[in-house]
């Protein structure tokens, strides 16, 4: 069974760079799309980003186009989300989820994504 763990949070002052990680266990990502979603205190979960199994198209939301870059390395079994030029308005709780069809990914449908890791917390704050 599919398992995913994120990593790679932590506090950062606006204008820096984070990197997260997802990582697979219990099975190969290479046939699923990976996508990035975030929950800010008070809001609803909302989508970031996602990139598919099949050619590595990568979707973002418009708030990120810019600053947050999604990347696979199949070979690690791992997912990135480089994110840069952060801002308070990306605190959140990160989450990364897998989903076989891509259409699901590049519409952020976070709902038809059935397997999710715990999140990692990325306060952006002075």
């Known amino acids: 069974q599919l398992q995913l763990v994120e990593s790679g949070g932590g506090l950062v002052q606006p204008g820096g760079s984070l990197r997260l990680s997802c990582a697979a266990f219990?099975?190969?990502?290479?046939?699923?799309?990976i996508g990035w979603f975030r929950q800010a205190p008070g809001k609803e979960r909302e989508g970031v980003s996602c990139?598919?199994?099949?050619?590595?198209?990568?979707y973002y939301v418009d708030s990120v186009k810019g600053r947050f870059t999604i990347s696979r390395d199949n070979a690690k079994n791992t997912v990135y989300l480089q994110m840069n030029s952060l801002r308070p308005e990306d605190t959140a709780v990160y989450s990364c989820?897998?989903?076989?069809?891509?259409?699901?990914?590049?519409?952020?449908?976070?709902?038809?994504?059935?397997?999710w890791g715990q999140g990692t917390q990325v306060p952006v704050s002075s």
């Open positions: 219990g099975s190969t990502l290479d046939y699923f799309a």
């Open positions: 989820a897998a989903v076989i069809r891509t259409s699901y990914c590049s519409r952020l449908v976070l709902n038809k994504f059935p397997s």
């Open positions: 990139i598919s199994s099949s050619d590595g198209s990568a």
